[in-house]
């Protein structure tokens, strides 16, 4: 499957985005999905993901109530809904998807997008 992110961009302190990710290829249903994020010099990070059977999503503590994960399995997109921006969000988001159970390791994302710039001014 060949993943594409979208939507980063420039926003202030407390705004608003919404990423995408597209996937090409069949079974998109099938994958977990998950975002994770990196800062230049720092080990990529998770994020939030969503489950491929029952949409069962998870977060990191950092943006619990702040983010939300969707999926739309007929458009073959996934979508992190990022809201209360903070300086500390700034980072290229990459959107992964893997087989079967998946988790918060990256190891454990069998595909990866090319990652999209976020900057979070304060």
């Known amino acids: 499957v060949q993943l594409q992110a979208s939507g980063g961009g420039l926003v202030q302190t407390g705004g608003s985005l919404r990423l995408s990710c597209a996937a090409s290829?069949?079974?998109?249903?099938?994958?977990?999905m998950g975002w994770f994020r990196q800062v230049p010099g720092k080990e990529r990070e998770f994020v939030a993901a969503?489950?491929?059977?029952?949409?069962?999503?998870f977060y990191a503590d950092s943006v619990k109530g702040r983010f939300t994960i969707s999926r739309d399995n007929a458009k073959n997109t996934v979508y992190l809904q990022m809201n209360s921006l903070k300086p500390e969000d700034t980072a290229v988001y990459y959107c992964?998807?893997?087989?079967?159970?998946?988790?918060?390791?990256?190891?454990?994302?069998?595909?990866w997008g090319q990652g999209t710039l976020v900057t979070v001014s304060s």
């Open positions: 992964a998807a893997g087989v079967g159970r998946i988790g918060v390791a990256a190891y454990e994302y069998a595909y």
């Open positions: 290829g069949r079974a998109f249903s099938t994958y977990g």
């Open positions: 969503i489950s491929w059977g029952d949409s069962s999503t």
